[in-house]
Nanobody
Framework: HVQLVESGGGSVQAGGSLRLSCAVS??????????MGWFRQAPGKEREGVAV?????AYSDLVKGRFTISKDNSKSTLSLQMNSLKPEDTAMYYC????????????????WGQGTQVTVSS
């Protein structure tokens, strides 16, 4: 059983920073290789990939240079450091995991957290 629980969302002014965390349990049940990532979904929009991490990291062009995805050594926590936030970053952010190498399609991911809201005001 794989469980993902996000935390760290909130409200911030444009230009500010937030750090999201995802507590992962049961990651050994995902298999190898495996991918973990962050997705976001704004009202009325499709869920989109933000950053993914298997043996390397990859970022959406919309966040490259501002966001950093990381895993701790025990692989039990996935983080997303978000700097220079913009109002267009406002969305529900989800932690996700899948067996196999990373992809950008949310449909490929098997495991999801409940989401954490990020709101950036101008």
């Amino acid at each position: 059983h794989v469980q993902l629980v996000e935390s760290g969302g909130g409200s911030v002014q444009a230009g500010g920073s937030l750090r999201l965390s995802c507590a992962v349990s049961g990651y050994t049940n995902i298999g190898w290789p495996y991918c973990m990532g962050w997705f976001r979904q704004a009202p009325g929009k499709e869920r989109e990939g933000v950053a993914v991490f298997d043996t390397a990291t990859a970022y959406s062009d919309l966040v490259k240079g501002r966001f950093t995805i990381s895993k701790d050594n025990s692989k039990s926590t996935l983080s997303l450091q978000m700097n220079s936030l913009k109002p267009e970053d406002t969305a529900m952010y989800y932690c996700a995991a899948k067996r196999g190498w990373c992809s950008w399609s949310s449909y490929d991911f098997n495991y999801w957290g409940q989401g954490t809201q990020v709101t950036v005001s101008s």
